[in-house]
């Protein structure tokens, strides 16, 4: 799984934002999700865009459920908020 998911992040620092379905999905607010499935085993990398082409990965998880846990979103802007603050700050 881990080498899938490297694979996944080589390839959305090629694409960018424009990486998409079925590798990236936007879920909210600015908050993307990497995808990645290795047998029965379904594994996300949240992330989101900052100034110019940088990527910030913020939390994974392992998907237990058809939609993404709205906690593992809302970490992920907890994390963005704070990333936001001490580079901007």
Same mark, same amino acid.
């Given at each position: 799984? +881990?080498?899938?998911?490297?694979?996944?992040?080589?390839?959305?620092?090629?694409?960018?934002?424009?990486?998409?379905?079925?590798?990236?999905?936007?879920?909210?607010?600015?908050?993307?999700?990497? +995808?990645?499935?290795?047998?029965?085993?379904?594994?996300?990398?949240?992330?989101?865009?900052?100034?110019?082409?940088?990527?910030?990965?913020?939390?994974?998880?392992?998907?237990?459920?058809?939609?993404?846990?709205? +906690?593992?979103?809302?970490?992920?802007?907890?994390?963005?908020?704070?990333?936001?603050? +001490?580079?901007?700050?």
């Amino acid at each position: 799984m +881990r080498s899938k998911m490297d694979m996944l992040v080589t390839l959305l620092q090629e694409y960018g934002n424009l990486l998409q379905f079925p590798y990236s999905e936007h879920l909210a607010d600015g908050i993307f999700e990497l +995808r990645a499935k290795f047998g029965s085993d379904i594994s996300r990398v949240l992330y989101f865009f900052y100034v110019g082409k940088r990527i910030v990965l913020t939390n994974g998880f392992v998907k237990k459920t058809q939609k993404t846990p709205p +906690r593992e979103i809302e970490l992920a802007k907890k994390y963005r908020k704070d990333y936001l603050e +001490r580079k901007e700050g």
